[in-house]
C-alpha cells in the first residue's frame, strides 16, 4: 500500500477541522485564549485544535496567494502572531513556505500562533535583498518606536499593530517618507 504525504495528510485533516469549528470561530477563540494568558503546555484539546487550524490557514492563504510564484528570489514578509500581546515578525526569506512554518514552530513554543501574514512579490533591486530589508527595519524602527537602540536591527515588533507594520512594508515610500519627516540626523 502506498505511503500518503503528510502534506496531504495535513491538509486533509484542517479541512475536516475547518468545516467542523469554523475558520473565524477558532481564530476568535485562539486570539481570546492567548490574550487571556493561555500558554503552555495547553491541555485543552480544542484549544489546541483552534491554534492549529488558525496558523496553519495563514500559511496556506500566504502559499496561495504568493505574488509571482514562479518568480525565485527574496521576498519581504511580515507576520502577525498573538500570545499574550501582539507581536510582529519582518524579514526576508527565498523560501516562505519553510521559513513561516520555523517561525511558527518556534513562537509555538513561547505560546504564541501565527495569526496573520503578507509576503512580496520577489525583490527586484540594485542592491543586495538584505541591504533592503536592513532599510526597511530600520525605517520601521524610527517610525513605530523613535528611536533605534544601539543601531542594532531588530526584526520582531512587540505590542504593533499588524495591519499598520504591513501597510508600511507594502508601500515603502510611505515608510521612507515617515522615516525622513521624523528622522532628525545628528549633526
Known sequence: MPRIPKQILRDVLMDVLAEQIGPEAARSKAIAALTAGAHPPWRDDDLLDCMSLTSYLVRRRLREELPEPEKEGARLYVLGFQGPRPVVKV?????????????????????????????????????KPSHQERDVLTQLHFVLNGWMRGGRIEEWFHGHDFERIRELVQNRDVLSELYLSRHQPRG
Not at 514552530?105 to 533591486?125: C, K, M
Open 91 to 127: 524579514g526576508l526569506t527565498r523560501n516562505p513556505e519553510q521559513r513561516f512554518e520555523a517561525h511558527q514552530t518556534q513562537a509555538q513554543n513561547f505560546g504564541f500562533i501565527l495569526v496573520d501574514g503578507w509576503v512580496s512579490a520577489p525583490v527586484e533591486t540594485s542592491t
